[in-house]
């Protein structure tokens, strides 16, 4: 999970809050996704294609799949860079994360999310992302 082949990238940076943390002031397993989507959420906007854009363009984006691999503790107070890694956009949305500690650069987390269209008047599956997601991408792409 790197950013080779990434089409877009973006990072922000989370300082760790006390009650993401369990008794031993480590991050609770549960809370990572949550890190994951305030990635993705600032690397959707790079195209304009937030949550609230996905519905007015009549298309949810459902996890599919999420695959995380946890390789280090991240701790209470700790900052810690998420990097979002867009891999696919034609068919579904793959994206691939690594967190980090953000003064060491110490691999914490790499995961992996995978989101497919669903029409939201019909609720029916795409096999194809839709024609919206694709042009504005193509734009900030080309």
């Not at 940076?13 to 959420?41: K, Q, S, T």
Request: charge should be negative.
């Amino acid at each position: 999970m790197n950013s080779k082949g990434a089409l877009l990238t973006h990072e922000v940076e989370i300082e760790i809050p006390f009650h993401d943390c369990d008794p031993m002031n480590v991050v609770w397993h549960g809370n990572y996704p949550r890190y994951l989507e305030v990635a993705r959420c600032e690397l959707l906007r790079l195209f304009d294609y937030d949550y609230p854009q996905m519905m007015e363009s009549g298309y949810a984006w459902p996890i599919v799949d999420m695959q995380i691999k946890y390789v280090a503790s991240a701790i209470f107070t700790q900052k810690i860079k998420v990097t979002a890694h867009l891999k696919e956009f034609e068919n579904r949305l793959k994206i691939d994360y690594v967190i980090t500690d953000a003064i060491t650069n110490k691999r914490i987390t790499k995961a992996t999310t995978t989101q497919v269209a669903v029409e939201i008047s019909t609720k029916e599956m795409q096999f194809a992302s839709p024609a919206v997601i694709v042009d504005k991408l193509a734009k900030i792409l080309s």
